[in-house]
């Protein structure tokens, strides 16, 4: 099954420490890439991001945005009182009030400043970032999901086309015969036009010349292997968005080279049918993983 490199999923999940909603856009693009937009408490998990994604995808360029809403009243950071300093500075305090002769209160914002006795407890990341994870795993199957459900499209309608350059070429087989006596018919007849003896050998000989030319037996052959191998590669699990890319610039080979040798009205109506439908599967294919 076939992949297309378009695709959005987004989800989002409540938890006791807040809202988390990861959104994720895929265009499609050469290789692989990431743009990520993630809050600074989570900057951490890009390597772990990229690795999950990857996971999932195969080519593709991917906009990965994480939001995170802190739920109001929930466990953020905590100041706590270094104790055991608070208790030596009012001691010394005291002290120097009494050594002072002075019956002086302790200043507490000043105490308040001084380094050390005041400290910032943050709370574990682990859990946090640990559901980030996880739902982005849960997003990444879903964006998968979609490029599968447009690639199936593109699956469908590129079948659609290979069946019609099969029926071209098969149409093409059979007018060649009547186009080949045609050929020699229009021959004879401007030959018989100039009222001149010409040997019959000679022109069979330029008859064949001729036929040898405008053959395109090993053109047809190619296309038909073309097509086969198209509709092989379709089947594959891995990506093969590069494979039917030259796949394609085979089959506009063999249309232009039908086209050229075409000398028959009707050949070049099929050459220009089988161009068509080769530039349609050509703008669906730049899409495919």
Not at 73 to 87: P, T, V, Y
Not at 109 to 119: E, F, K
Request: charged residues 30%; glycine residues 6%.
């Amino acid at each position: 099954m076939i992949r297309s490199m378009t695709g959005f999923a987004s989800l989002e999940r409540h938890y006791p420490f807040g809202r988390l909603s990861w959104e994720l856009r895929s265009v499609n693009h050469r290789y692989l890439e990431f743009g990520m937009r993630l809050p600074e408490e989570f900057r951490v998990l890009e390597p772990k991001v990229r690795e999950c994604l990857a996971k999932h995808v195969g080519r593709g360029k991917i906009d990965v945005t994480l939001r995170y809403h802190e739920a109001p009243g929930s466990s953020g950071a905590r100041l706590e009182l270094n104790g055991d300093m608070a208790a030596g500075l009012l001691k010394m305090h005291a002290d120097l009030a009494a050594s002072a002769g002075l019956d002086q209160a302790p200043d507490l914002s000043a105490l308040m400043r001084w380094p050390g006795l005041v400290t910032e407890q943050l709370p574990d990341p682990a859990p946090l970032q640990a559901a980030a994870l996880e739902l982005l795993e849960e997003a990444a199957v879903k964006l998968r999901s979609a490029r599968e459900r447009e690639g199936a499209q593109i699956d469908g309608m590129l079948r659609e086309r290979l069946d019609g350059i099969a029926h071209w070429t098969g149409e093409i087989r059979s007018w060649l015969p009547d186009i080949r006596d045609a050929l020699r018919s229009r021959m004879r007849d401007r030959v018989a036009e100039l009222a001149q003896n010409i040997d019959a050998d000679r022109l069979e000989q330029e008859v064949a010349v001729l036929a040898q030319k405008m053959d395109v037996d090993e053109e047809l052959d190619r296309l038909d292997a073309h097509v086969s191998e198209t509709t092989r590669t379709l089947g594959q699990d891995d990506p093969v968005g590069r494979r039917l890319d030259f796949l394609m610039q085979e089959f506009n080979r063999e249309s232009n080279t039908l086209s050229s040798k075409s000398v028959d009205p009707r050949t070049t109506q099929a050459a220009v049918e089988l161009k068509v439908l080769v530039d349609q599967m050509r703008e669906q294919v730049q899409n495919v993983e």
